[in-house]
DNA sequence: CGTGAGTGAGAAACCCTTTTCTCAAGGCAA
DNA sequence: TTGCCTTGAGAAAAGGGTTTCTCACTCACG
C-alpha cells in the first residue's frame, strides 16, 4: 500500500544514487529543467517513482522563496457562515498545491498577533482574513504585513482586495421573484439595524419595489433579530393590521422559517396566499421548513474559492483589481 | 504598495555580522544552548531584538526534523460541530508553536488524498482527523501514515487515539436533573437510529431510569429526526394518549426546541408542567426557545484542545493511552 | 614550570533541493 | 588537423539555520 516508507525518508540523494547520476541532474531531470537526453529523464523519473520519491518541500521553499502555504485568519468559532467560505479557499487552493494555516483568533488581539507572526515565520506567501461580519474588522492590523493580504466576509482596509456577497442583487432577485409571481404588497422583515447587510438589503428591496412601480413605504421594512421568534411576532403585527402583505421577503431563512410557521399557525396558505422568500439558503433551515424555503444562496463557497485564486495572483505578482468585490448571488427556488 | 515583499529579511548571519560573532555563537545565544558569557548572549538577543530577528522556520525545521505543523482533516463543510473542534485544536496548539493546516475533503477520496499527499510533503509532525459523525470514517486511509494520527468526532481504529464526547454521562446527566426536579414520567425523544449517538444517549437515559427505579419501557424511547419538527410531532403523539410525561430528555436541541414550542402551544407550562432538557447546548437554539433550553454541552472546543495536545505527545514520543477517550459533556441549566 | 581541567567561541558539516557555472566529449566546418 | 559549437552532465554554492567538533586560552594545582 501507500506509506511503506514509513521510516527513512527517500530523498534526491538516494534517486541520484540508484540512477547513478548526481542530485543536480535527479533535480533537473524531476522538475523538467535543464538539459539532458530523455532517455537520462525518463531512467530518473522511472527509479524515482518506483523509490516513492517525495521531494521535501521545506528545502524546496528554502531556495525557491515560496512555501506553498496561506495563513486563514478567522474570528469565527461557531457561525455558520465561516465554514464554507474556509471550504472553498482550501479546496481553491490545493488545486495550486499550497495548503491553508487555520488560525483561530476569537476577538483577542493577543491571540491573533501570536497567530500572525507563528504565519510569517512559517513563511506563508499570503494571508486571508475571514469573519463572521462583513461590517466588523479583525483584531489585527493586517496592512503592513511583508506579504499579501485579502479580506473576505470581513471588513478591510479600502485600498485591499475585499470579497463580499453582493447582498443588493441577491435581495434584488428576491424580490424579482415575489413580483414575478405576482405579489404586490410586499414587505420586508429583517435583522438588526447596526448590521450593514441589513441596509443593503432593505435598500435594494426598496428600489426594486420603486422599478417596479409598486407602493414603497418605511413600514414596509421590520427590523428586529435574527430569529424565528422575530418571524413569528412581525406575522402578528401584520396580521393584527389591515392591510396585510401577500409577499415577504425575510433578511434570513431562520426569520423566513418563523414567518412561515406562524403563517401556518394562521391557516394562511404559502405559497397560495402568501410568497416567502428567505436569505442565506442555509439548508438545515430552508429545506426543513414546511414548505422549503424559496432562498437566496450567498455561494459563500465560491466566495472562498475567489478570495483564495485572488491571492495567488497578488502572491504571483500580477495585477488585481483592489476595492470591494461583491459576488453574485444566486435564488433558490422551493416551495414557499 | 504595500506587501510586494521588497524587505529583506533579517537573517541570523546579519545578527552574527552585527554582533561580530559567528553564526554557531549566534544561534547558540539565542537557542539557550553552548555556552558563552552572559555578556555575549545579551548582547547578541539585545542585537536580534534590534534588528527584528525572527528565525526562518523552514531552515530550522530542514535541521530539526519537526516543523511545528500538524495536519486538520475533516470531511464537514457546513455542521456546527466541526468549528468549535478545530477552533480548540488551532488554540491549544499556538501555545506549542504549532500551526494547522486545514484540509477540507468532503467524502472525496482523492480529494483527501491530495490533502494527505501535500501535508506530507510540508513534513507535518502529525495528523488530526475530524468529522462530522463519529460512527463514520474519513474517505482515507490514515492509519500507516509516516507520522502519529488522532482522531476527533470521527471514527478511527480501534489501535488509535480516538476523542468523543461521553454521551453516556452527558444523557446520564440530563436524565438525572429531570429526576431532580421531581419528575417522574420521563420520556426520550431522539434522532434516527442509525446514529450512534442515538444508541448511546437512549441507554443512558434507559440505566439512569432504572438506576433510580422509575419505570422504563421501550415506548419511552421514541426515534425520529433531528428536527424541530420532530420534536412537534413526537409532543402531539404523546399528548394524543393518557400517559403523558412530566419530563421529556430530548435528543438534540433542535428537537427540544419543537418540543417545547409545541408544548406551549398546547399551553404546557415549561418548566411549570413538564421539564425539558435538550443536547448540544447549540446556543443559537438554546438561548433563543422561550424558556430558554436546559442542555448538555459536549465542550466540543476542549476536545479539539484535547486531541490537539495528545497529538503532540503522541509527536514528542511520550506514552498516551489509546483507544477511546471519552471526556465529559456538562449540563447547562437555563429555564426549561 | 609543567599539567590538566574548564571555558568561550569559531570552523565546518549537515538538513534537502535548486541553480549556476564549468567542463569534457563529440560533431562539423574550414 | 584545428577551432568552434552543441550537448549532456557534474561540481559547487546557495538558502537559513543547528550542531558537533576542535582549538586557543586561562586558571589552579602539584
Not at 524531476?30 to 525518463?42: A, F, I, Q, V
Given at each position: 500500500?501507500?506509506?511503506?516508507?514509513?521510516?527513512?525518508?527517500?530523498?534526491?540523494?538516494?534517486?541520484?544514487?540508484?540512477?547513478?547520476?548526481?542530485?543536480?541532474?535527479?533535480?533537473?531531470?524531476?522538475?523538467?529543467?535543464?538539459?539532458?537526453?530523455?532517455?537520462?529523464?525518463?531512467?530518473?523519473?522511472?527509479?524515482?517513482?518506483?523509490?516513492?520519491?517525495?521531494?521535501?518541500?521545506?528545502?524546496?521553499?528554502?531556495?525557491?522563496?515560496?512555501?506553498?502555504?496561506?495563513?486563514?485568519?478567522?474570528?469565527?468559532t461557531y457561525g455558520r457562515f465561516t465554514l464554507p467560505v474556509m471550504a472553498g479557499i482550501s479546496e481553491g487552493l490545493i488545486d495550486h498545491g499550497v495548503s491553508v494555516f487555520l488560525c483561530t483568533v476569537e476577538d483577542n488581539p493577543e491571540l491573533a498577533k501570536v497567530h500572525v507572526d507563528a504565519m510569517l515565520?512559517?513563511?506563508?506567501?499570503?494571508?486571508?482574513?475571514?469573519?463572521?461580519?462583513?461590517?466588523?474588522?479583525?483584531?489585527?492590523?493586517?496592512?503592513?504585513?511583508?506579504?499579501?493580504?485579502?479580506?473576505?466576509?470581513?471588513?478591510?482596509?479600502?485600498?485591499?482586495?475585499?470579497?463580499?456577497?453582493?447582498?443588493?442583487?441577491?435581495?434584488?432577485?428576491?424580490?424579482?421573484?415575489?413580483?414575478?409571481?405576482?405579489?404586490?404588497?410586499?414587505?420586508?422583515?429583517?435583522?438588526?439595524?447596526?448590521?450593514?447587510?441589513?441596509?443593503?438589503?432593505?435598500?435594494?428591496?426598496a428600489e426594486t419595489l420603486e422599478a417596479a412601480h409598486l407602493p414603497v413605504s418605511e413600514a414596509g421594512t421590520l427590523r428586529g433579530s435574527w430569529s424565528e421568534r422575530w418571524g413569528h411576532e412581525?406575522?402578528?403585527?401584520?396580521?393584527?393590521?389591515?392591510?396585510?402583505?401577500?409577499?415577504?421577503?425575510?433578511?434570513?431563512?431562520?426569520?423566513?422559517?418563523?414567518?412561515?410557521?406562524?403563517?401556518?399557525?394562521?391557516?394562511?396558505?404559502?405559497?397560495?396566499?402568501?410568497?416567502?422568500?428567505?436569505?442565506?439558503?442555509?439548508?438545515?433551515?430552508?429545506?426543513?421548513?414546511?414548505?422549503?424555503?424559496?432562498?437566496?444562496?450567498?455561494?459563500?463557497?465560491?466566495?472562498?474559492?475567489?478570495?483564495?485564486?485572488?491571492?495567488?495572483?497578488?502572491?504571483?505578482?500580477?495585477?488585481?483589481?483592489?476595492?470591494?468585490?461583491?459576488?453574485?448571488?444566486?435564488?433558490?427556488?422551493?416551495?414557499?
Amino acid at each position: 500500500m501507500s506509506g511503506q516508507g514509513a521510516f527513512e525518508r527517500v530523498t534526491i540523494y538516494d534517486v541520484a544514487a540508484a540512477a547513478g547520476v548526481s542530485t543536480a541532474t535527479a533535480s533537473k531531470a524531476l522538475n523538467d529543467t535543464g538539459r539532458m537526453s530523455s532517455e537520462t529523464r525518463d531512467r530518473i523519473r522511472r527509479i524515482a517513482r518506483e523509490l516513492g520519491f517525495r521531494p521535501n518541500s521545506l528545502a524546496r521553499s528554502l531556495t525557491s522563496k515560496r512555501s506553498f502555504t496561506v495563513g486563514l485568519l478567522t474570528d469565527d468559532t461557531y457561525g455558520r457562515f465561516t465554514l464554507p467560505v474556509m471550504a472553498g479557499i482550501s479546496e481553491g487552493l490545493i488545486d495550486h498545491g499550497v495548503s491553508v494555516f487555520l488560525c483561530t483568533v476569537e476577538d483577542n488581539p493577543e491571540l491573533a498577533k501570536v497567530h500572525v507572526d507563528a504565519m510569517l515565520d512559517k513563511q506563508v506567501d499570503g494571508v486571508i482574513a475571514t469573519g463572521k461580519r462583513i461590517d466588523k474588522p479583525l483584531p489585527v492590523e493586517l496592512s503592513h504585513l511583508p506579504v499579501p493580504v485579502v479580506y473576505a466576509l470581513t471588513a478591510g482596509p479600502a485600498e485591499a482586495v475585499t470579497l463580499v456577497p453582493d447582498d443588493r442583487q441577491g435581495a434584488r432577485a428576491a424580490v424579482q421573484h415575489l413580483i414575478a409571481q405576482g405579489r404586490r404588497r410586499i414587505v420586508h422583515i429583517t435583522g438588526p439595524g447596526n448590521f450593514r447587510v441589513v441596509h443593503e438589503r432593505a435598500r435594494a428591496y426598496a428600489e426594486t419595489l420603486e422599478a417596479a412601480h409598486l407602493p414603497v413605504s418605511e413600514a414596509g421594512t421590520l427590523r428586529g433579530s435574527w430569529s424565528e421568534r422575530w418571524g413569528h411576532e412581525a406575522v402578528a403585527a401584520l396580521w393584527a393590521g389591515d392591510d396585510r402583505p401577500d409577499g415577504i421577503f425575510c433578511g434570513n431563512d431562520q426569520i423566513a422559517r418563523g414567518v412561515v410557521d406562524a403563517l401556518r399557525e394562521r391557516q394562511v396558505g404559502v405559497p397560495r396566499d402568501v410568497s416567502v422568500v428567505g436569505f442565506d439558503n442555509w439548508e438545515i433551515v430552508a429545506e426543513q421548513t414546511r414548505p422549503p424555503l424559496t432562498t437566496v444562496d450567498m455561494n459563500l463557497k465560491e466566495l472562498g474559492r475567489q478570495a483564495g485564486l485572488a491571492l495567488m495572483r497578488l502572491v504571483n505578482g500580477e495585477a488585481v483589481e483592489k476595492g470591494l468585490w461583491k459576488l453574485p448571488c444566486t435564488l433558490v427556488v422551493r416551495g414557499s
